[in-house]
């Protein structure tokens, strides 16, 4: 798996640079037009505007379709921060110009696109090719009266990455399957676990977990319904699962358990590569991440290891702005992309994990290892993780922002202000931003 490795650290430096790129574009109101793409003397141009390592353009799937489709040219910008690249999009929905042909949604976005912006995107619902996707991956980007607004790229599946080198130091197992098997069923046993750690690990100090807000957003995530329920209405301020959650990631910040490290915010890349912390929860995509961000010095250090329980955690759509002067031609465009062959391509460049029901029985899914994690078997762990991610996966308008406000709680936790005092906080904060 040279390859797998390989073109994931050259896929972030790829996104890292693009991103600066999308950023300087978007802010400079160049781009004025209503998609940007068009035809002319026989040539179509399609554009896209994605983020992060959505793995279209970095494993090579733009240019091998501009190959097979000479008369088309493709054009993507690539913003590295979500945030930033969604708080751009709405503004530009808004104004009716900016857009790209083809944008990607974040699963945090979808539900607010679905209900507020359907208008604006181009419906996929009955297009040949299509009917390859988990069912419950389908429902999160359709409206209510039935029309799809984007076709899935990747899902989140959980695992927790961790250090063997430091479990040796802590007296605890290094297998995977040994390590799974010790908080197997159970977030409170992953905590128990890091209590153990924290007693026993001989060398200098390292924290057992990097966040908080990494266990809670797991945790989370392993329940049908999170921060609404499915009629549209806010529960997150009464929902068992949340308050469950809260409580456990509350107990890791306060017994010192963490690194005090935000996922992705600064400090974690820094946290990764001189390696203070000894586990991490993570989806499939983050696997490049780390990966990336470790860096060589610790390759064959890190494994994965089973999550506790099932969850779902991130994964895109790409949608079809309605107006755009070439939408059938960017529609044929990202069913190619996110169908099943194209999908497993992805995954077994970069580990994103399939939205495909058919890619996910792909051999070269099943089988695949990584080589940085000691060629431990994610096409197995992360293909198990996905059958246990529960078939209702209930949405809601402001996910995105609940689930960053909550995150910011938490590390207020971390920084030494009590549990309660935290929750007001985010509550007040979640009320104010979300009206």
Request: glycine fraction near 12%.
């Amino acid at each position: 798996m040279g390859t797998y490795g390989s073109l994931r650290r050259k896929a972030a430096a790829t996104a890292a640079a693009a991103g600066a790129l999308a950023l300087v574009v978007g802010c400079s109101g160049s781009d004025d037009s209503v998609t940007g793409g068009g035809k002319k003397d026989g040539k179509v141009t399609i554009t896209m505007g994605l983020y992060g390592v959505m793995g279209l353009k970095e494993t090579g799937l733009l240019e091998q379709y501009e190959k097979e489709n000479p008369d088309v040219d493709i054009k993507a910008e690539i913003a590295g921060d979500e945030q930033t690249y969604y708080t751009a999009l709405q503004t530009r929905l808004a104004a009716g110009n900016g857009l790209k042909d083809i944008q990607g949604i974040e699963i945090g976005r979808a539900k607010e696109i679905t209900e507020t912006q359907s208008d604006k995107f181009a419906d996929f619902a009955g297009m040949a090719g299509t009917d390859h996707f988990l069912p419950w991956k389908e429902s999160q980007i359709s409206t209510a009266d039935g029309k799809v607004l984007g076709l899935g790229t990747d899902i989140g599946p959980m695992a927790v990455c961790y250090r063997k080198d430091y479990f040796e130091k802590a007296g605890l197992p290094t297998d995977r399957e040994e390590v799974g098997k010790l908080w197997e069923g159970d977030w409170t046993k992953y905590v128990e676990v890091g209590r153990t750690f924290k007693k026993d690990f001989k060398g200098d100090k390292v924290a057992f977990t990097d966040s908080a807000s990494g266990l809670f957003n797991a945790m989370v995530y392993g329940y049908p319904e999170q921060y609404y329920d499915d009629k549209g209405d806010l529960i997150y301020d009464k929902n068992p699962a949340v308050k469950e959650a809260w409580s456990l990631a509350s107990d890791a910040a306060e017994e010192g358990l963490t690194a005090k490290l935000r996922q992705f915010q600064p400090g974690w890349d820094p946290g990764l590569a001189n390696g203070t912390f000894a586990t991490a929860v993570c989806p499939a995509w983050m696997l490049s991440h780390i990966s990336e961000k470790a860096g060589e010095a610790n390759k064959g250090k890190w494994d994965v290891a089973r999550a506790p329980k099932g969850a779902n955690w991130g994964g895109s759509f790409l949608g079809v702005i309605e107006k755009s002067p070439v939408k059938e031609e960017a529609k044929k465009l990202v069913a190619w992309l996110t169908a099943p062959e194209q999908q497993a391509h992805i995954f077994k460049e970069i580990g994103n994990i399939p939205s495909s029901e058919e890619a996910l029985e792909n051999a070269d899914v099943k089988n695949a290892e990584s080589e940085y994690f000691d060629n431990a078997p994610i096409g197995r762990i992360f293909g198990a993780a996905a059958q246990e991610i529960p078939d209702k996966q209930v949405l809601g308008r402001k996910d995105g922002t609940i689930k960053d406000t909550f995150s910011q709680g938490l590390a207020l936790v971390e920084q030494g202000t009590s549990r309660d005092e935290a929750w007001k906080t985010t509550t007040e904060r979640i009320e104010k931003a979300v009206g």
